[in-house]
């Protein structure tokens, strides 16, 4: 069972619109071919039904006619042929010839079974006769007279008009039985089905016609009502997307089928729960904010009344780290505001201006490669260029930066030459105040949120930030950026 789904998984469409699509398609043709069946052996129950009431008629028919010819006198019979045939217009063509004549006899099935059965049942009964031929023949190789005369040779009075419907050419049920001794009475007639041995044929072309138009105007009909369905379900996930870059996103519409219009709901309610506790978080770290901005601002007071220079350098150095893990607290967990405008912005320029900042302090940085200006935030990108830079820096002393751009992706990477950062730690150190060494220069802050604020940024710009130990030492910062002109909140 396991391994059916398997397989069906793999030949479905990964999408809910295109598998809705082939269960409609699977289910109209599935429908329809059982319909087809149970259509055709109703027609083919009733054809045989008409076939075997027609057949006995036209026995019965045969059989008083038979009886007539042998109640007339020899001498008489063909006085009566001849003025039938002058006539004209009668359902039989009737002779009586020297011998039984050759038919070439044609068609097969149940059909044919039920007529000669028919036939042959009726008139062995009414007529007490056991030498009865029963035949089916093609008109234009029939022949009426003692196995001479072709039909087609015969005045059109004599037998044309009776036995040929011109374009059809159905074929001929032909009887010959024997009154006597060199004596064979033929009866030639038509049983009025002219496709009796045609067969049924599953793909007409009025019938595909017909499942053609049925088949376009289900799937026309799927698709609009899939769409409809569907199109909610897109717009959550879009909303689910966008919601992990910017809270503040405009709520779903709470509009379509029951189920649809309640998961909007519930989304919404989730939604504005998420940004009512980031909010109550960021109100609870700004109040401790300020709350230990007093006594830290104490501290230093009486710090810079010690006598030992030694000391109250060390005293007010550790406040000043203090501080700087409060307004780093403080600045993670208010999502990194920046609230400026994406603009066009020269790559190479800003990572030029950073790196001029950065000789100030010894460290070397090398630019190789140009794209052109991208649309960004430029405050919030500085930002996260100036925290992978420090970090290359200041653990590597040289930083090497390669720019490439390729099917509308800008890849910039950091390589840089300090120790790296085991594997197992290339994903941690991502999580706030995570510092894999404690001696840090306090130039950078030490808190830890570097890495974090960076990846927070590039990810509201569309991108992300990897790392990766390079094969000839040092450490690999990877960060990709698409080309668009939209860029979420941060």
């Not at 055709?40 to 129950?45: C, D, K, P």
């Not at 020899?74 to 002058?86: G, K, T």
């Not at 770290?285 to 007093?294: E, M, N, R, V």
């Not at 830890?448 to 094969?471: E, K, P, Q, Y």
């Amino acid at each position: 069972m396991k391994g059916v789904k398997r397989i069906l998984a793999g030949w479905l469409p990964s999408s809910l619109r295109g598998r809705f699509v082939v269960i409609m398609i699977t289910g109209v043709l599935v429908a329809q071919a059982a319909s087809y069946a149970l259509w055709t052996s109703q027609v083919r129950a009733s054809q045989l039904e008409q076939l075997d009431e027609l057949s006995s008629n036209m026995a019965f028919s045969i059989a008083s006619t038979m009886r007539f010819f042998r109640s007339l006198p020899v001498d008489y019979r063909h006085i009566v042929l001849d003025q039938l045939r002058s006539m004209g217009g009668t359902r039989f063509f009737v002779s009586v010839n020297e011998r039984r004549i050759h038919v070439e006899d044609i068609g097969s099935g149940p059909e044919k079974e039920v007529v000669v059965d028919n036939v042959r049942s009726i008139l062995t009964q009414q007529l007490s006769i056991d030498d009865v031929v029963v035949e089916f023949s093609r008109p234009e190789s029939l022949r009426v007279f003692n196995n001479e005369v072709l039909l087609y040779d015969l005045p059109p009075r004599w037998g044309q008009h009776s036995l040929l419907m011109e374009p059809l050419s159905p074929p001929i049920l032909v009887v010959q039985l024997e009154l006597a001794p060199d004596t064979w009475l033929y009866v030639a007639t038509l049983l009025g089905v002219p496709d009796i041995f045609s067969g049924y044929r599953w793909l007409s072309e009025e019938r595909l016609l017909v499942g053609v138009l049925v088949l376009l105007s289900v799937l026309a009909l799927s698709l609009l009502g899939i769409t409809s369905v569907t199109r909610p379900l897109a717009r959550l996930s879009r909303a689910a997307r966008q919601l992990g870059d910017d809270l503040a996103s405009p709520p779903l519409k709470e509009s379509g089928p029951k189920e649809v219009a309640a998961t909007a709901a519930a989304f919404n309610r989730m939604q504005r729960r998420i940004q009512e506790q980031i909010d109550e978080r960021e109100r609870l770290f700004s109040a401790i904010s300020h709350d230990l901005k007093t006594p830290i601002t104490r501290m230093r007071l009486r710090a810079e009344m010690l006598d030992d220079a030694a000391q109250r350098e060390r005293f007010c150095a550790s406040l000043d780290e203090l501080s700087e893990l409060v307004k780093g607290a403080l600045a993670s967990v208010k999502g990194l505001d920046l609230h400026e405008e994406p603009q066009p912005t020269d790559l190479n320029a800003l990572l030029l201006e950073i790196a001029e900042g950065l000789r100030l302090y010894g460290g070397e940085v090398s630019l190789h490669g140009t794209v052109l200006p991208l649309t960004v935030k430029p405050l919030a990108l500085k930002r996260c260029l100036a925290n992978l830079l420090e970090n290359a820096v200041f653990y590597g002393q040289k930083a090497t930066i390669t720019l490439d751009e390729q099917a509308g992706i800008v890849t910039l990477r950091i390589h840089d030459n300090g120790p790296g950062i085991p594997d197992a730690q290339l994903s941690r150190v991502f999580s706030p105040f995570v510092r894999l060494e404690a001696s840090r220069s306090r130039y950078t802050g030490g808190s830890g949120l570097g890495l974090g604020i960076a990846r927070h940024i590039a990810r509201a710009h569309g991108g992300d930030i990897v790392l990766s130990n390079h094969s000839a030492g040092g450490l690999v910062a990877t960060l990709t950026l698409p080309r668009q002109t939209s860029v979420t909140d941060l």
